[in-house]
Structure formats: C-alpha cells, structure tokens
C-alpha cells in the first residue's frame, strides 16, 4: 500500500462523537512512552503528524487521521505509567474502553510492545481484556533498532510463549518494527491492504 494522503480530522474524548463514515478503522495503543507516534508518522511517511513527546501519556484523547480518503488511522492515549492525575488517567481509561466496545467502524487494533524487556502485566491485562471482549488485535513490537536479531526473536518467542501458557490457544498475530530504522512498514501497510479489501467486499454484499 502507498500512502498518498494522511491528515488529521478530530480530536475528541466522546466515542459518539468520532467520525460516522463507514469506513474501516484501525486503533494504535500501548503502554505510555512505547514508540505509538513514532511509529505512526513512520507508517505514513509523515515527520509530524503525530504529535512525539519525551513525556510519557502525552497524547490524552482519540485522535482520527484518515488516510488516502478510505481508512481511519485512530492515536488513542498510552495506559500505564502516564505521568497524568490519577482523576485523569480514569477519565481517558473510560473513554478508551468506551472507544473499543462502541466503535463499529473499529476491524482491527495494534497493540504496541517494547520488544527490550519482558512481559509486562499492564499488556497481559489489557490485550488479555480485549479478547475476553472479543475484540481484534495484532501485537507490534517495536524498537527493534536496539537489539541483535539473535535477542529480538528470542524476546518475541518468549513473549508469545507466556501467552500462550496463559489464557491463549494461540497467540496473536504479530509484527516487529523499528520507527527509525522503517522496520516493518511494509508488512503493517500490506496487513491493512488486506483487511481492506475484505471490508470493502463485505459491504458491498
């Protein structure tokens, strides 16, 4: 997939509110300060899109960029260890979840993963919330840039394995990526295509 056009349309914290076009819409989301726009504006070949922070949870609202007019790319706020209140870390928590169990025009959702360290409870509990309400997600893992090949799988591999020795059958379908480097562009952008497809042909039924 080329990307021709990427453009910010809406900020806002109301699920209802969000854009009503049925087309097809994949959300971003990970613990605070794990690569999410860097990652972003790499996919979409785009220095500032997404605004980039030092400070974690710097990004507190659903923010919609729709792309080459057929796609929504959705930035939703970091969980975890936001340096926000804890008044307002509930606030954007309930809008999250709201976005999630609301959103129809939602088909898949990215949870991003810093590939340098183990297994966090934060990501089991939330992915392992996502598939108790049956809603789809791939696992990104990024960064890639800081470690040896060699690690990099071994990280992976023992971080689907702790999934699947959890509550899993079979892990999630996964992509590596590195924001600096393009690691992973290619397979992100090629996924989505395809889900694309399937979207369009199903509405056209």
Known sequence: MKIKSARFVMSNSDVTKCPSEPLPEYAFIGRSNVGKSSLINMLMDRKHLAKTSGR???????NHFKVNDNWFLVDL??????????KDKNT??????NYFEQREQLVCSFVLVDIRHE????D?????????????FCIIFTKADKLKPNVILKNVDAYLQEMINGIWEEAPQHFITSSS????????LNFIHEVNKGFSKENAL
Not at 56 to 62: A, D, H, M, S, V
Not at 77 to 86: C, E, H, L, N
Not at 181 to 188: A, F, M, N
């Open 56 to 62: 974690p949870g710097k990004t507190q609202l659903i």
């Open 77 to 86: 706020p970091g969980y975890g260890y936001a340096r926000v209140s804890k």
């Open 92 to 97: 954007f928590q309930k809008y999250i979840t």
């Open 119 to 122: 297994p966090q409870k934060v």
């Open 124 to 136: 089991m509990e939330f992915m392992e919330w996502m598939g108790e309400n049956g809603i789809p």
């Open 181 to 188: 480097k393009s690691i992973g562009r290619d397979e992100l």
